[in-house]
Structures are given as structure tokens and as C-alpha cells.
């Protein structure tokens, strides 16, 4: 992809989250991009947010980790997401997790159009090749081997092979490492992963959880926890 440049503008960090103070060890002011995505969530000006949670998310958002809000249903897990990324202008794609997600949703497949074979994205390698933050809702309902299957991604793997493709025999290694858009992904900067989640990863007896999986430890560990 050809970096393009987006218009930035600056902001008061503190005051775009309604607190009356700066947050201790983050900058007081911050450029954002100055035009609204279509995929930016839209601001609710009633949530609360409290300055340490966003201290916290925001360092690790500026270190590219994956972030994972944990805590009992209707706590605001997913409205925190959704209400941080509005108030930072950050386009947002969100997936809600369930047992019948697999790899082909989130990674693509070969498909036929008009007789050819085309391969096609998945909604989440099209938000890492184009940089549109994405947050799983509930993913302990996905099953565990889907999950397996994007450890690239959760990696932070900066060119991610694309399964679905296959190699041609006839290309060669330096070609093929050329074929980005095709065979593999270039991760965008700009693409970050959140996921919500009531368990913590453990199957729970507590019936308002019925149907979660009990995550990998390898999955669960590339995640930073709140």
C-alpha cells in the first residue's frame, strides 16, 4: 500500500476524555487525524471514563499490543473501546465472536467470480492491510483452533502469509516476496486489536456464559489484560 498522508489536527487529551485534569505520564496535548472515518464509532458524550484505564490503554495502544478488556457482563468493556477510539478520531471494525466464526470470516478465502478464482479478504486481514482497528467482542465464544489460526496476526507479524492462496511452484523466492496484496499481508501501522471477554479465558459454570470456550494459554498470552 502507498502511505498516504492524513490530515492531523491537536487536542487537549485530557479534556476530549471529560477529565479535569492531565493524566499523569501522558502528553496534555495530541494530534489526531482531523477527519472523522466513516468506520469512527460516534461519540457518546455520557460515558465516564476514569484517567487511569485510559493511561493505561493508551501506552499500550501506542506500543502496538494487543489489548484485551476482561470483566463481568455490562461492565463497559465494549463502550470503552468504542468510546476511546471516537474520542481519538480512530476508525473502528468491530467482530462479534460466536461459535460459528471461522478463519475463512476473519482471514478470506479463494471464491469464484465469473468463472476465475479470486481470493478475497476476511474482515480482519482487511482491517490489518488497510489499518482499521478491529475489536473481537466476547471472543472466548470463538472456538480455540480459529483463534490458533491468527497467531501471526496476534505476533505482530509485520508481513502475514495468507493460508488461503497457496505458493506457486513457478515463482520464485524473491519474487514471491514481492507479491504483497496477493500471497501475503504488510501489516499497516495504524492496525491495532482489542478484545472483550467475561471469563478470562476459563470456562465458567455461571449460566449467563453458556458456550465459552476455554482459551489457548499460547493465544491468551500475546494479549495485554485489563
Known sequence: M?????AVKTIVLHEVFGLSEPIPGL???????????????????FFVFTGDLVARV?????????????????????????QFCARLNLPLMVINGGPGLDETYLMGSKTLEDGTVKAVDGVLSYCVRHGIPVLIDEIAS?????????????????????????????????QLALLEGNMTIKRSPQFRL?????????????????????????????????
Open 2 to 6: 502507498t502511505n498516504v498522508q492524513i
Open 27 to 45: 502528553p496534555v496535548e495530541l494530534e489526531i487525524p482531523a477527519t472523522r472515518s466513516p468506520y469512527c464509532p460516534a461519540i457518546n458524550p
Open 194 to 226: 482489542f478484545a472483550t471477554d467475561n471469563t478470562g479465558g476459563k470456562v465458567s459454570k455461571d449460566a449467563r456464559y453458556n458456550g465459552v470456550q476455554t482459551q489457548n494459554s499460547a493465544v491468551r498470552s500475546r494479549w495485554t489484560t485489563f
Open 58 to 82: 493508551f501506552r499500550s495502544y501506542a506500543a502496538r499490543e494487543n489489548i484485551m478488556l476482561v470483566g463481568e457482563k455490562g461492565t463497559g468493556k465494549s463502550s470503552f473501546v468504542q
Open 142 to 174: 470463538i472456538k480455540p483452533g480459529v483463534l490458533v489460526s491468527i497467531n501471526d496476526v496476534l505476533n505482530g507479524d509485520q508481513v502475514i502469509t495468507l493460508k488461503h492462496h497457496g505458493l506457486d511452484p513457478t515463482v520464485t523466492p524473491d
